[in-house]
């Protein structure tokens, strides 16, 4: 039977509740939320597990030592991380161990990290204020693929083999026709009831096909640009790996010429390949 | 023949071969070399206050090995944008993302052996 709406809100519905089972993870969670939060107090929770913590350091590296030079500690890394982007990586943590079986799981996660780290260099680049915003929906963009992956396994099986080819269709479509929703949908859902802000749950909502009023037009922007970067750089997804019309649009409206993508593109290429090492 | 690099150990991948015997403080050998680091001895190393150690580096490729790889992967690239329309500016965007990519790799190039 194909699934339709009321069959994706249901599963979605369960889904949204994290099983969070590990005790740590829980407490690191409400620790971030709780107005009080402390730097000191979220790394002495996230040191309760070490893998969680192992994890945390490789990302902080990935996403930040080639501006700031190497992490060594965890405190080091939530300073640096920030509490959203920490909460984000938490959560992701969560999601992506409990999928990590899943096809396309690995490439999802490199390519998520390459777009937070464009979208990093281009909010610098552009001197808006929202650097760890932009950084952090750079690492949930895609979170709405984990369900899809997850849920419906066979569909992304079939649109694995034919990512590269000329027949190859943008996911977000063939997700619309097959779903009637996107994974930009479910990521913005899932973004909502993790508790995060809508200055990052908004951007995530109209990735591929922005209407002309947005709320966070300009970190929307930046997202898709960032995003399409990723895809030409070769850390596309891989049920589509072709850049889309939306970027050349996307440059237009941030006013990037010729001059800022040469400057962009060699600072993205430079720093991926921290993020490639560190993914191996 | 690889040769040996120092590294983080915590952004070490699994699989990696330690080339090196590993000790504590007090010269005690932890990891006889060569052995490959997993998940566990990871671990186990970490807490042991271990932050670097020497693997062999397999990942050297010859001259002409990234010459290749680069014409592949600008051909990649050429591939990735033919989605979008022909126009001059699709062509100066690929312009740019080639040239982005042969003075990453031109870079690199140079210190191959």
Redesign the interface.
């Known amino acids: 039977m194909e699934p339709d709406l009321t069959d994706i809100s249901r599963r979605l519905k369960k889904y949204g509740a994290l099983p969070v089972a590990s005790p740590v993870v829980r407490d690191v969670l409400r620790s971030i939320d709780r107005e009080s939060a402390s730097f000191e107090q979220t790394a002495t929770q996230i040191e309760r597990d070490?893998?969680l913590s192992?994890q945390i350091?490789?990302s902080a590296?990935s996403l930040t030592s080639s501006f700031t030079g190497?992490v060594?500690t965890v405190l080091q890394a939530v300073k640096l991380l920030g509490f959203s982007t920490t909460k984000a990586l938490v959560l992701s943590a969560v999601l992506l161990d409990r999928s990590k079986v899943h096809a396309g799981i690995p490439e999802l996660w490199s390519h998520s990290q390459i777009v937070s780290l464009n979208a990093r260099i281009l909010a610098r680049h552009l001197g808006f204020p929202w650097e760890e915003e932009a950084r952090t929906a750079g690492l949930l963009h895609d979170i709405g693929k984990v369900f899809f992956y997850e849920e419906f396994p066979e569909f992304y099986q079939q649109a694995f083999q034919l990512g590269?080819s000329?027949q190859a269709v943008p996911d977000w479509k063939r997700e619309r026709e097959v779903f009637g929703v996107d994974h930009s949908f479910v990521g913005n859902r899932l973004i909502q009831e993790f508790g995060m802000p809508r200055i990052l749950s908004d951007p995530v909502l109209f990735l591929h096909d922005p209407p002309a009023e947005l709320l966070f037009p300009q970190l929307t922007q930046v997202l898709i640009v960032a995003d399409q970067m990723a895809?030409?750089?070769?850390f596309?997804s891989p049920e589509f790996?072709?850049?889309?019309?939306v970027?050349?649009d996307a440059?237009h409206r941030l006013g990037l010429g010729?001059g800022d993508?040469?400057i962009l593109?060699?600072e993205?290429?430079?720093r991926s390949?921290m993020v490639e090492?560190?993914s191996? | 023949m690889s040769r040996m690099i120092k590294i983080d150990l915590e952004a070490a991948p699994e699989g990696v071969v330690i080339a090196q015997d590993i000790k504590d403080n007090l010269g005690r050998l932890l990891v006889k070399s060569p052995r490959a680091l997993d998940a566990d001895l990871k671990r186990v190393l970490l807490l042991r206050g271990i932050r670097e150690v020497l693997v062999q580096d397999n990942s050297r490729k010859s001259r002409e090995e990234l010459d290749m790889m680069l014409e592949k992967e600008k051909e990649s690239v050429r591939k990735r944008f033919s989605k979008l329309s022909d126009s001059p500016e699709k062509e100066q965007i690929i312009r740019l993302f080639v040239q982005a990519l042969e003075e990453y790799a031109g870079e690199q190039n140079l210190k191959a052996p």
Do not use: C, Q, T, Y
């Open positions: 070490p893998d192992l350091l490789r590296n190497r060594h590269d000329p895809v030409a750089m070769g596309g790996e072709f850049v889309e019309p970027f050349v440059l010729a993508l040469k593109l060699a993205a290429h430079s390949a090492i560190l191996l």
